[in-house]
């Protein structure tokens, strides 16, 4: 359900995300077995949507073929972000497209239209179906912004003036019928806060007592019954009728007066609640890394970089990270759904003050979304221009934070002991700034070429945001001339905020994660459910974890807060990897190395690599490779030709009987048989802790690669998606396959 009716008609010729979709879904036709460990699916070297239309590509080729080999020999000379800005800034080519803003404003018209339509539904009691027109008259309505003795000065029409808060009250009568108490006190709020008539805030206020007294807020119910009394006075009505509406309102205030230690009862109604449940981490938090469990740590070297490793045996089902974002994207086909600022389908959506392109599923979520006012009148040109939703990613990054806050950080990011003073031992605050700065670019390895591609992105973006009020922050005006109307002119504030958008360009790059909601046909099965993604993020912690082909976690959402839990043991000392979207049981050796060499410039060496473990299709379990009794080292044994049940240690040399090891994994196949029983009768936290079981019997018997050990991950994961985001309805359809 989408509350922006014309978002879907905009979607299909300028989304941001909605091509990524496509080939993610194509993927997953392609990769029936394993679909959950996707990290980005869309490019991530791409700066436009390959399959998007988009006029960047246009200007990108009109600079590019601007620039004689000389020119291109000058930039591919340049050493630092900022010259390169200027560079690509001054040439007159960059400034061949005309940069418009544009709103796409309320509609009284349409308002209209849908609040009649949800009050005839609301007559013949739908509640369901008069709560989505509410919801679209609501986003549609004009919000009058200011003082009303200033609006009624500038000659604003009254009429225009009160039809977002009498939208609101409509749709709180419709949310009280449907008993979703904490909406319906929300919408009454933000009623009364923008002009609700004064001759039904009465109505209003009584409706609030109402559902306070529900909620056993004593104390508040009895404040909303005494405004209700004092707004009766200007209700017009006839004298009877406002007697009897008094006496109505006296009895409740008698009520209150009688009862001795009136007071607000807990309130049940907390509103995490309306978010999937982040389970605690493993352990506990890691103090140096609070994302983490005590589990695990961070390590170094050469060759990899940083990574995760464990510090004690980890277990399959222990919870390893739980981290909110530092940026986070949602995809253009949700914005009529979702959030933008954290990511939660909403049930009755608050709308942008100025435009109607976009939601939020509270007034506290539209004031927590500075970007959203920065990037409000530049929407359109952003997604027309076909950029990726990485380069969005970048870009809200510097969109989240006022000028005010970059000016502040710009020493300390030139001083070149930067990396020593965020190193080892420190707290890792995934809100910190610098943390974020730190994650790895890859900047010495660049060609020229994709400097030049990426600055010409950063040219398109620094001119849109100077189309902004981004730039008028005090702190710019005072230092720097204000070349705001000097479209091809670039100060030293712009060319400072240029250089960070090229840095996080590549920080992106490497280190984003989609972000997914998991779709299911109805509301008690799994099959046929799907995880879709509906934005990407960047998460500090997490983007720390390296690459393995044999995945070690599984990952899933609340709102745009990550979680993720181990799916397999990992042994004291061993790295505890993600994985990157390339997995051993759904694509083959060189498939996968290639995409990681492309996308993430490194080659794997991986357990999966290095042995070459089979397809999930391939695996025929001629050989097992049981554990040795002691050392735990592996057993090859070929099932087939087995007949004496005893075998050597390669390792240490003792001889183990597997018998007891055979016996043990025909419990395992009970205890699966369980689980989806469990997963049938829709019993999923038992399915949960069964899975759990199972992986660590099988763990505790053999070694991998093996199909039933898959199999069992798969089962769990889906349980661990489905207690994250979710969503019940038809998942997006696949489109063709696409041809080999
Ligand atoms: C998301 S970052 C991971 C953290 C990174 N190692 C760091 O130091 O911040 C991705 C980058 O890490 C490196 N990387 C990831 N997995 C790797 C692996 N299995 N082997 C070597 N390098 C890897 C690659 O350079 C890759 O571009």
Redesign the pocket.
């Known amino acids: 359900m989408s509350y922006l009716s014309h978002t879907r008609r905009c979607t299909a010729d300028s989304r941001v995300g909605g091509a990524s979709n496509q080939s993610v879904s194509r993927r997953r036709q392609k990769e029936k077995v394993v679909c959950f460990f996707a990290r980005l699916p869309w490019s991530t070297r791409m700066l436009q949507d390959s399959e998007m239309p988009g006029f960047f590509k246009d200007y990108f080729r009109v600079i590019r073929k601007s620039v004689s080999n000389d020119e291109f020999n000058q930039f591919s000379k340049l050493k630092t972000d900022a010259e390169r800005v200027r560079f690509i800034f001054n040439l007159p080519a960059a400034h061949e497209i005309d940069i418009q803003t544009f709103y796409k404003g309320k509609s009284e018209k349409e308002a209209m239209e849908k609040k009649e339509a949800g009050n005839k539904l609301f007559g013949r009691k739908k509640n369901m179906e008069a709560l989505k027109l509410y919801s679209q008259a609501v986003v549609h309505a004009p919000v009058p912004t200011g003082k009303y003795w200033r609006l009624i000065k500038e000659c604003a029409d009254p009429k225009k003036m009160t039809l977002y808060a009498i939208c609101l009250a409509n749709r709180s009568a419709a949310l009280f019928h449907l008993k979703e108490f904490y909406y319906c006190i929300k919408d009454i709020d933000e009623a009364l806060e923008h002009h609700y008539p004064r001759e039904l805030k009465h109505k209003l206020y009584k409706r609030k007592g109402r559902l306070l007294v529900n909620m056993r807020q004593y104390v508040d119910a009895r404040e909303a019954y005494r405004q209700a009394l004092k707004w009766l006075d200007w209700a017009k009505v006839e004298r009877e009728k406002r007697i009897d509406l008094q006496g109505d309102v006296q009895k409740w205030l008698k009520m209150f007066e009688g009862s001795k230690n009136l007071v607000n009862h807990e309130n049940e109604f907390d509103p995490s609640v309306l978010f999937p449940k982040v389970p605690e981490l493993c352990q506990g938090k890691n103090e140096q890394y609070p994302s983490l469990s005590k589990k695990i740590t961070i390590n ?1 070297d050469n ?5 995760a490793i464990a510090k004690e045996d980890i277990e399959p089902g222990d919870a390893l990270v739980t981290e909110k974002p530092y940026a986070s994207v949602l995809l253009r086909e949700e914005f009529g759904s979702h959030c933008q600022n954290c990511f939660m389908l909403t049930k009755a959506p608050v709308p942008c003050k100025k435009c109607s392109s976009v939601l939020f599923c509270s007034v506290e979520c539209r004031n927590a979304s500075y970007f959203h006012q920065i990037e409000c009148p530049i929407l359109d040109l952003l997604v027309g221009s076909g950029m990726s939703i990485n380069c969005f990613l970048a870009f809200r990054i510097i969109t989240q934070s006022p000028i005010s806050f970059f000016l502040e950080m710009q020493d300390k990011l030139e001083n070149e002991k930067l990396k020593e003073t965020t190193e080892a031992k420190e707290l890792y605050d995934p809100t910190d700034f610098f943390r974020l700065f730190n ?2 670019t ?1 900047s010495e390895q660049r060609t020229p070429e994709d400097w030049f591609h990426r600055t010409c992105m950063v040219v398109f973006l620094l001119k849109a945001l100077k189309k902004t009020k981004y730039f008028e922050d005090k702190g710019t005006q005072i230092n720097y001339p204000l070349f705001k109307d000097k479209v091809d002119k670039v100060n030293d504030v712009e060319a400072y905020i240029g250089a960070l958008l090229l840095h996080f360009l590549q920080v992106v790059q ?2 984003a994660h989609e972000v997914s909601e998991f779709v299911t046909l109805t509301p008690k099965s799994l099959t046929g459910a799907k995880n879709e993604t509906i934005g990407a993020a960047i998460y500090p912690t997490l ?6 082909c044999h995945g070690a976690q599984v990952r899933y959402f609340s709102g745009n807060r990550v979680i993720t839990k181990a799916i397999r043991h990992i042994a004291k000392g061993e790295i505890v ?1 993600e994985n ?1 979207g390339q997995h051993y049981a759904s694509k083959n050796k060189s498939q996968r190395r290639n995409a990681l060499l492309d996308r ?7 357990e999966a690599c290095q042995k070459d473990w089979p397809l999930f299709k391939e695996m025929e379990h001629k050989v097992m490779y049981f554990k040795c009794h002691k050392c735990q080292g592996p057993l090859p044994v070929n099932i087939a030709q087995t007949v004496i049940p005893f075998f050597k240690c390669d390792r240490c040399g003792d001889q183990t009987n597997i018998l007891g090891a055979l016996k043990n994994l025909q419990n395992t196949e009970q205890t699966f048989k369980a689980a989806c029983k469990e997963m049938e009768t829709f019993d999923l936290e038992k399915a949960e802790s069964l899975l759990v079981e199972n992986m660590k019997q099988l763990d505790a018997v053999l070694y991998p690669p093996y199909k039933d050990y898959h199999l069992t991950q798969e089962a769990y994961m889906r349980c661990c998606l489905h207690a994250g985001n979710h969503r019940v309805g038809d998942p997006k359809p696949d489109p063709k396959p696409e041809e080999s």
Not at 543 to 548: E, T, V
């Open positions: 170094e060759s990899q970089g940083r990574y994650l790895v890859h490497f280190n983007a720390l974890f390296n690459h393995s990897p990157y993430y410039w490194f080659e794997c060496s991986c």
